[in-house]
């Protein structure tokens, strides 16, 4: 059974930090690109980051670039986002993505809230 399971989001102030889990299992982790992504209320789902586990290549959007960095661990199946500068508009429910090379196979897991106070 597939799982991805996103952590570690939480409250915190305007320019403060947290840091995202995301722990997968059921799939060959090292062969797939892991994605994070975000939906604020009323705002369409966001694409911030990604890393491929393959190749070690990564993906930031403008939005989270150099405050936000991603990192894998493959021996432990994880992939973290570390959010540091973090200002009001960074508040959404933020979830993780596994993407196969083919794209074939594309796997969500249940989100978690981060919110951000000013």
């Known amino acids: 059974e597939v799982q991805l399971q996103a952590s570690g989001g939480g409250l915190v102030q305007t320019g403060g930090s947290l840091r995202l889990s995301c722990t997968a299992s059921?799939?060959?982790?090292?062969?797939?690109?892991i994605g994070w992504f975000r939906q604020a209320p009323g705002k369409e789902r966001e694409g911030i980051s990604a890393?491929?586990?393959?190749?070690?290549?990564?993906f930031y959007s403008d939005s989270v670039k150099g405050r936000f960095t991603i990192t894998s661990d493959n021996a432990k199946s994880t992939v973290y986002l570390q959010m540091n500068a973090m200002k009001p508009e960074d508040t959404a429910v933020y979830y993780c993505?596994?993407?196969?090379?083919?794209?074939?196979?594309?796997?969500w897991g249940p989100g978690t809230l981060v919110t951000v106070s000013s």
């Open positions: 993505n596994a993407v196969d090379p083919s794209r074939t196979y594309d796997y």
């Open positions: 890393i491929s586990n393959k190749d070690g290549s990564t």
């Open positions: 059921g799939f060959t982790f090292d062969d797939y690109a």
